[in-house]
């Protein structure tokens, strides 16, 4: 914040020079967001390069015209377990403005698992191999699965895969016959798609 002292000096023909001192002004800092920008990355990487969104700069000023920059920080390091992790900002410095320092997130997630999609499965009821169950899928949470069969219609659809398809619809067996899969993994990835067979 600074005072200014402000002096205005009048002047008329056949008159003395006339001092009017003027209150004092305040010029008050105006606010400055710093936003700590959401990170992500997979258990065992080094922690990405923390950055920040500024909101609020005027006369267009940038983060170039600070006295001190801002301190990005994680408790989050190399080898820390999968979850969420605060990211925090602070130390910013500036006669020029007031700060406003919103957090943001650091989600560490799991190392991606080699998904294996068996081309067939028996689903007879004699417990072997009765699922068409697909080794580390679950890992997806938000995955989309869809079956369709060979006319085109749509058998089977679920978002994540916790109950392995068990070769039915509307709870009734499919006949024997071959079936094409679309998975989305939702992670940007590809779409993973193919045929699966049900053998009665």
Avoid: H
């Avoid at 000096?9 to 400055?32: D, E, R």
């Avoid at 990355?41 to 609020?56: R, S, W």
Wanted: proline share 9%; with cysteine.
């Amino acid at each position: 914040m600074a005072i200014i002292p402000v002096i205005i000096v009048l002047s008329s023909t056949g008159a003395a020079n006339v001092n009017v001192a003027m209150p004092l002004g305040t010029v008050i800092p105006a606010p400055l967001t710093i936003t700590a920008d959401n990170k992500s990355k997979t258990f065992g990487e080094a922690n990405p390069v923390l950055t920040v969104t500024y909101t609020g700069f005027v006369n267009n000023d940038g983060p170039a015209q600070l006295t001190g920059q801002p301190i990005v920080t994680t408790p989050a390091v190399t080898n820390s377990p999968v979850g969420q992790y605060p990211i925090t900002v602070s130390g910013a410095t500036s006669p020029n403005y007031n700060f406003i320092y919103i957090p943001g997130i650091l989600a560490i997630n799991p190392v991606p698992q080699n998904i294996i999609i068996p081309n067939a499965f028996t689903p007879n009821g004699d417990g072997i191999n009765d699922n068409w169950d697909i080794k580390n899928l679950n890992s997806y949470l938000n995955c989309i699965v869809q079956i369709y069969n060979r006319y085109g219609e749509n058998v089977y659809s679920s978002i994540g895969y916790g109950i392995p398809w068990d070769g039915t619809y509307k709870g009734a067996a499919l006949p024997t016959g071959t079936y094409y899969y679309i998975i989305n993994l939702k992670k940007g990835d590809k779409l993973l798609s193919g045929y699966v067979a049900i053998i009665r």
